[in-house]
């Protein structure tokens, strides 16, 4: 099984956070209060479906490093992890992992370059804008914006000069059939074209599913492929945790090896 992982997969698969408890010890006659650095869990989602679909991840894991799930990233993904804040290297349900790059389908930077490296790994989505975080014309967004408005005629322009810009062959190919991107996006809007093109990658490297926890994706492949007249044709399969789970003859999670409401030293071993 050959799946692309989503960025908040990564996010999502360190279940610890640092922290401090103080511990009064005895120092000949005096009493000195100090704190000891160690993990405690993250506080799990309130919403008990979703932890359920993290939780999870510690067997998505496990399946990686025995070989049942090929897992990849690519271009896109890195950017994205790069904007969240790194977590504690423990607990981390990923660990051990072998991640392998697949081809990213068209390369941003290519026709989209700044100096500006936040605007290069950004979002660029209505977030941003409000923050007035974005300026520049880089981000995700922005150039999936582009790519969408992207008429025939134009692409054959384009494809014309595919030497100068130093275009792949992948590449190439992608821009013949960029109306399976353009599809999605209308249908799912610009602010989703980020999750649009992880699935593209997927679907363009022939990967048999896309592990997401956003359920927008997959209702939305569902909806796709229940249409009659048939637009498009979706063959990547988009899974939160535990549907992939269950793809694969699983029904019951591997336990979550870090406990609530508990301390760990920094000498504690968790996964």
Partial sequence: MQVLLDSGIYIHSRFAEPAIRQTSIRWGNRTQTIGIHGFIRKRPPDDAVYR?????????GRLIREGSIKAYQYNEIVFERMRDRIGMPVCD??????IH???????????????????AIAKGGRKDRKAGRIQGAASQVACFEWLC???KTQIGTL????????????EIESFKHIDWFQ?????????????????????????????????????????????????????????EPLDLLIKLGIRTPDPVPIESDRFYHHHEILA
């Fill in 52 to 60: 359920c679909q993290i939780e999870a991840l510690f067997t998505i």
């Fill in 93 to 98: 349900a990923l660990r051990g992992c072998d």
């Fill in 101 to 119: 790059f697949c081809e990213t389908p068209i390369i941003r930077s290519r026709f989209r370059q700044t100096r500006n490296f936040m605007d």
């Fill in 149 to 151: 408005s992207l008429r």
């Fill in 159 to 170: 494809l014309s000069y595919a030497d100068k810009l130093g275009l792949t062959d992948f």
């Fill in 183 to 239: 599809f999605l996006c209308r249908r799912a809007g610009l602010e989703n074209s980020p999750d649009i093109f992880h699935l593209w990658t997927a679907e363009r490297n022939g990967l048999d599913g896309f592990l997401t926890l956003d359920k927008r994706l997959a209702n939305l492949v569902r909806q796709v492929r229940k249409e009659k007249a048939k637009t498009i044709e979706i063959k990547t399969m988009v899974f």
